[in-house]
T-cell receptor, first 115, second 113 residues
Framework: AQKITQTQPGMFVQEKEAVTLDCTYDTSDQSYGLFWYKQPSSGEMIFLIYQGSYDEQNATEGRYSLNFQKARKSANLVISASQLGDSAMYFCAMREPGTASKLTFGTGTRLQVTL | NAGVTQTPKFQVLKTGQSMTLQCAQDMNHEYMSWYRQDPGMGLRLIHYSVGAGITDQGEVPNGYNVSRSTTEDFPLRLLSAAPSQTSVYFC????????????FGEGSWLTVV
C-alpha cells in the first residue's frame, strides 16, 4: 500500500521569501507519479506540479519546483518568492502505478504568507 | 470547455435520505474518480471507473454506489445518508495515459443531519 506523509500541519513564510513544504512517500513500486495540489479557502483543487519516478530532472513550474530525492523517498515542494495569494492548504499525492487517477493524498500543510 | 462539473455544490440531507451527486466531464476522459475530504485529512478515494461500464472500489466505498453508463457521466449515489458521510466530495477525471493531467471538479459540500 502506498502512503504519503506531510509532517508540517502549518507553516508561516514572509512575503517574497522561499518556503519548502515537506512530503515523504512510501511505495514498493518502481514506477509512480507524484503531485502537488493547492487548495485555497474557496475549496477547489489546483494542480501545481508533477514528478514522474523516472524523470531525471526535478520538475519546475514557474515559482514552484519539486525537490525530488528518490533514495530518500521525498518530494518536497519549493515555492520561491512567496505571495499573499499562496496562502492555502497544500497536498502531496501519489498516483497508483498503472492507473490514471487513483491518488493517495497526504494530510496537507496549511501555508500562511505574512507581510 | 467546462472541464469537470459537479452538482449540487451544497446539499443538506436528513439521516436516511438518498441522493445522487452528479459529475460530468466534456474532455472524453476514460478515467473518472470520486473522493471525499474530511476535516484535517487529505482526499480519500471512494470509487473509480476506467471506462463506461467499468467501476471499482477505492479506499472508502461503504455507503456509496456508482455506475458509468456513458464516458461523460459518473454519478455517486448515497442510498441511506448517515452523519458520517458529511464531507466535501470531489470528482476527478483524466485520460487513459499516464502524466499529470488529472482534473478536479470544484467540490460538493454535503451535510447530513
Amino acid at each position: 500500500a502506498q502512503k504519503i506523509t506531510q509532517t508540517q500541519p502549518g507553516m508561516f513564510v514572509q512575503e517574497k521569501e522561499a518556503v519548502t513544504l515537506d512530503c515523504t512517500y512510501d511505495t514498493s513500486d518502481q514506477s509512480y507519479g507524484l503531485f502537488w495540489y493547492k487548495q485555497p479557502s474557496s475549496g477547489e483543487m489546483i494542480f501545481l506540479i508533477y514528478q514522474g519516478s523516472y524523470d531525471e530532472q526535478n520538475a519546475t513550474e514557474g515559482r514552484y519546483s519539486l525537490n525530488f530525492q528518490k533514495a530518500r523517498k521525498s518530494a518536497n515542494l519549493v515555492i520561491s518568492a512567496s505571495q499573499l495569494g499562496d496562502s492555502a492548504m497544500y497536498f502531496c499525492a501519489m498516483r497508483e502505478p498503472g492507473t490514471a487517477s487513483k491518488l493517495t493524498f497526504g494530510t496537507g500543510t496549511r501555508l500562511q504568507v505574512t507581510l | 470547455n467546462a472541464g469537470v462539473t459537479q452538482t449540487p455544490k451544497f446539499q443538506v440531507l436528513k439521516t436516511g435520505q438518498s441522493m445522487t451527486l452528479q459529475c460530468a466531464q466534456d474532455m472524453n476522459h476514460e478515467y473518472m474518480s470520486w473522493y471525499r475530504q474530511d476535516p484535517g485529512m487529505g482526499l480519500r478515494l471512494i470509487h473509480y471507473s476506467v471506462g463506461a461500464g467499468i467501476t471499482d472500489q477505492g479506499e472508502v466505498p461503504n455507503g456509496y454506489n456508482v455506475s458509468r453508463s456513458t464516458t461523460e457521466d459518473f454519478p455517486l449515489r448515497l442510498l441511506s445518508a448517515a452523519p458520517s458521510q458529511t464531507s466535501v466530495y470531489f470528482c476527478a477525471s483524466s485520460p487513459s495515459h499516464a502524466g499529470n493531467t488529472i482534473y478536479f471538479g470544484e467540490g460538493s459540500w454535503l451535510t447530513v443531519v
